[in-house]
């Protein structure tokens, strides 16, 4: 007989494609690269000059050709969880659902023999008084369902428990689509922005970092997505009416704040609200959080735009940029100059006694160094402000409900009792097995029989 290699091929493709190693193997996969990208800073969240502050150029580069500054919308995590997703699904329909059409089926009737090898069993002198409708009645009053057929009798009860790991798998598989709609439709982003000055979200491709609108005053913020991206952008704009921090007794920041407002085409306000951190702008699906607040110093590394934040550091307003392990540049704005200037200086990072004026650049020019070009855009106070779209999260919370349900129901048991009679003893052999929680039905057994046993008398 002829061999069919592509149902062979199929069938085993199906078994491992659907098998539990694969499943525990692109959970840890996806587990260790969430690890990797929450101990990570994301770009859109932080900005390009903190990773390049934090790595260096170079290393910066380096990690942002691997994904790994933005790990949760690289091409390799959307694999994974696509691998992850299709392996739910076809574990779900091949295997946990069609079980649940069986949940409710009848055990088949076995032997005298075989009911004698289960775990509790008992014989019982049948007469006048006790036959199999009278054992089926008691069942019936403990809630089994039964069937009764001729000199046969079946009783199940707690079969719903079956249904459990399917109820669990919608759960599972709703938050799975809950999760496809966000990574496939979702973004976030972060823009800096100062006091009259708006942004509107925008898809700007390869360009991470913000862009000046044909409006004067205000920004092309660049959102983050995945690469495979079927979402819509808002038509709106979100204005910073005003931006300020409260500081405690000590000097020490306590607080950001800034009055957003949602302006419409017409530049009709559509919404407004003073947010801070942890209290953000929600408006139609898209939130707006508070993120950061400070002096930045607007520049551009090879045609890059950047915005560094300017930090004290013994005494000085500086910005630090490693380009190295050891060797970094410091930027120090002079906006009390005539012109605006940006100082630059050499500094060894492992010699804070070591710095050495390299060059100074006017605002809206541009200075050579080596094989790095910076420009200044000029330093002023801006807010921080992170944004971002998760569609499918009302599905999450459904989901997680459906799995905390699946989970209390396979707590349940399915018992089952099986009775015949043996025409030559002229006695009643009756016995069951239960899946879980066998002690507790050993129990119960016994007290049917006790009753079964005191109506006989």
């Known amino acids: 007989m002829k061999k069919n290699y592509l149902t062979e091929f199929k069938i085993a493709f199906l078994e491992e494609f659907t098998s539990l190693r694969l499943a525990i193997t692109l959970f840890a996969f996806i ?12 770009e859109p969240m932080v900005g390009a000059a903190k990773l390049v502050k934090k790595y260096g150029l170079d290393n910066y580069k380096l990690l942002k050709s691997m994904g790994f500054t933005d790990v949760f919308h690289s091409w390799w995590y959307l694999g994974l969880l696509t ?104 973004y976030n982003g972060m823009i800096q922005v100062s006091e009259n000055e708006g942004f509107y979200i925008t898809d700007l491709g390869q360009t991470t970092s913000q862009v000046k609108s044909i409006e004067r005053e205000n920004w092309l913020a660049p959102i983050s997505k995945m690469p495979i991206w079927f979402g819509r952008l808002p038509p709106y704009l979100i204005k910073v009416n005003k931006t300020w921090r409260e500081d405690y007794k000590s000097g020490q920041p306590k607080q950001w704040f800034s009055d957003l407002s949602v302006l419409d085409q017409n530049k009709k306000e559509l919404a407004r609200k003073v947010i801070h951190v942890n209290d953000p702008l929600e408006y139609r699906g898209i939130d707006v959080y508070q ?50 200037i940006l100082q630059i200086y050499s500094i060894s990072l492992g010699n804070d006694d070591f710095e050495k004026l390299i060059s100074t650049v006017e605002k809206g020019k541009n200075t050579k160094l080596g094989p790095i070009n910076i420009g200044y855009s000029g330093t002023q106070t801006l807010t921080g402000l992170q944004f971002k779209s998760n569609p499918g999260t009302l599905l999450m919370y459904p989901g997680f409900i459906f799995m905390i349900l699946g989970v209390l129901i396979a707590f349940g048991s399915k018992k089952r009792i099986w009775a015949t009679i043996n025409p030559i003893s002229n006695k009643i052999i009756i016995g069951g097995s239960a899946d879980r929680s066998k002690g507790k039905f050993f129990e119960e057994f016994e007290k049917i029989i006790s009753q079964i046993s005191q109506g006989n008398n």
């Open 83 to 186: 691998a992850m997703g299709l392996n739910l699904i076809a574990v779900s329909v091949i295997r946990v659902f069609p079980r649940a059409k069986k949940a409710f089926d009848f055990p088949v009737q076995i032997k005298e023999e075989s009911i004698k090898r289960l775990p509790v069993n008992c014989e019982v002198e049948r007469s006048s008084n006790l036959d199999l409708s009278t054992i089926e009645k008691t069942l019936k009053k403990k809630n089994y369902q039964t069937k009764l057929n001729e000199n046969k009798l079946i009783a199940v009860k707690g079969a719903w428990h079956r249904l459990g790991a399917s109820v669990t798998h919608v759960g599972i598989l709703t938050v799975l689509l809950g999760s496809a709609i966000t990574v496939l439709t979702g």
């Open 291 to 340: 993120s950061n607040w400070g002096r930045f110093s607007e520049i551009s590394l090879n045609g890059q735009s950047i915005t560094v934040p300017i930090e004290n550091f013994k005494g000085e307003e500086i910005a630090v940029i490693p380009l190295s392990s050891d060797i970094g540049l410091k930027l120090k704005p002079n906006t009390g100059a005539p012109n605006d």
């Open 31 to 42: 587990a260790l690269t969430t690890l990797i990208g929450t101990i990570l800073p994301e």
